[in-house]
């Protein structure tokens, strides 16, 4: 597609349930990033991914979340066992990555909310 | 540990008149981007502008341009000739360069009044 595109637009879960969030990036992008937006404060990194392998994971809060992206495009970000602090919006983005500029490109994100 | 803050969290202005989005950071690292990005109610983040902070002058783009004072850390940004569509919140961020990881601001919301 012509962007990034992430599925599902919104997601409503009781707390403790497992919960994936897709995103695909931009064709031809190797760098995808993870970011989490809670309500009234701006985008955190969670984690950024060249290629297949995650290159810096140092924003994932704790080991209830992880995420993979095993053939170097489409990415999943998971969450265990979910709290109702990880209510947010998660966005995911791309950039041309070692080979490209610093800008990345936003999808529209997924509003998750654990009830 | 590098920080942005937007000291601003709501702005309105009049349609066609100018406005200035404030922004500052801090860092001991001496090369990095910023960005402007806004973020409209459907929520993707669009970039504005961005700054290289090895180059002196200031980037515009269209109606948009930057105010960028290394030595101060400081990053405005201006809008001229407002328009209703750019209301929506904005965004400053900072990324060192070859980390590849954004750090934003706390956002300001603009809103354009008719």
């Known amino acids: 597609g012509a962007g990034v595109s992430q599925t599902p637009s919104n997601k409503v879960t009781e707390k403790g349930k497992y919960v994936e969030l897709r995103c695909d990036p931009i064709s031809g992008h190797t760098a995808l990033y993870w970011y989490r937006q809670s309500l009234g404060q701006g985008p955190e990194f969670l984690i950024y991914?060249?290629?297949?392998?995650?290159?810096?994971d140092s924003g994932l809060p704790n080991d209830r979340f992880f995420a993979v992206r095993p053939e170097g495009s489409v990415s999943t970000l998971k969450i265990q066992r979910t709290e109702r602090g990880d209510s947010a919006v998660y966005l995911c983005?791309?950039?041309?990555?070692?080979?490209?500029?610093?800008?990345?490109?936003f999808g529209p994100g997924t509003r998750l909310t654990v009830l | 540990a590098q920080t942005v803050t937007q000291s601003q969290p709501e702005m309105s202005v009049q349609e066609a008149e100018t406005v200035t989005l404030s922004c500052t950071y801090d860092t001991s690292e001496n090369n990095y981007y910023l960005f402007w990005y806004k973020q409209p109610p459907s929520r993707q983040m669009i970039l504005v502008i961005r700054?290289?902070?090895?180059?002196?002058q200031n980037a515009t783009e269209n109606r948009f341009s930057v105010n960028f004072q290394k030595a101060a850390k400081s990053f405005s940004l201006k809008i001229s000739d407002s328009q209703l569509g750019d209301t929506a919140m904005y965004f400053c961020?900072?990324?060192?360069?070859?980390?590849?990881?954004?750090?934003f601001g706390t956002g300001t919301r603009l809103k354009v009044l008719a």
């Open positions: 700054q290289e902070a090895y180059k002196q």
């Open positions: 991914f060249q290629g297949t392998g995650a290159a810096d």
């Open positions: 961020a900072f990324m060192i360069t070859g980390t590849y990881k954004y750090i």
């Open positions: 983005a791309s950039s041309a990555g070692l080979a490209g500029g610093p800008e990345q490109f």
